[in-house]
């Protein structure tokens, strides 16, 4: 006959675990939660402040870049960016990976039940936004012999339009990335924006008609 389990795991042992278990998971859910809502007034803040600012003649996505800059500068003063998991390797897509490592149990259990916090989704979001635009970068490359072969209008037409597909790309990434640095944890992994004119010029040596 097969072993009864109760004298080898105690009923109140078994219990208590699963107490435990759902209490995790229920406080993992309320900070989701009052996570979203906090998230969503600061959108939509941000939203009206950018929009006052455009009425004002501000050079919103220059202003951007400069926050961005000032954050980097900071992080990199207080030495965020060395020793960096992974670093000299791709990104990986992983949740746990943009998480301090206090954070990673409760996101587990938000994983499992398919709740994130809104940091997170947007980290994700940056993740695969970058991968589209080097994807669109890729195209162009391979596009380029056939375009040298076009006229000179033809050629300049065809390298805007891929240079705005790209740009339109990564002004996205940098807009989520303003929002990402103001409500990720201090100790998250820090996003580097896009220096969109620097990739311009880069974009623009590198597809000349030849």
Known sequence: PRPRLEGIIPTEVSSSANRRRDA??????????ASRRRLALLELSIGITISL???????VQRVIELIAERKIEEAMQEGKFDDLPGKGKPLPLD??????????PAIRLLKSAGVLPDWLERAREIERLREDALRLWRIAEH???????????????????????IMTLMQRVNSLILAYNCTAPANANPQIPFQIEAERERFYAQFEQR
């Open 143 to 165: 596009e380029y012999p056939h375009a040298c072969q076009l006229s000179a209008e033809r050629f300049i037409e065809w390298r805007e339009a891929s240079w705005q597909g």
């Open 24 to 33: 995790d998971a229920t406080n993992a859910l309320r900070v989701a939660s």
């Open 53 to 59: 600012m455009r009425e004002s003649g501000f050079d």
């Open 95 to 104: 949740e746990e990976w943009f998480a301090p490592p206090e954070l990673r």
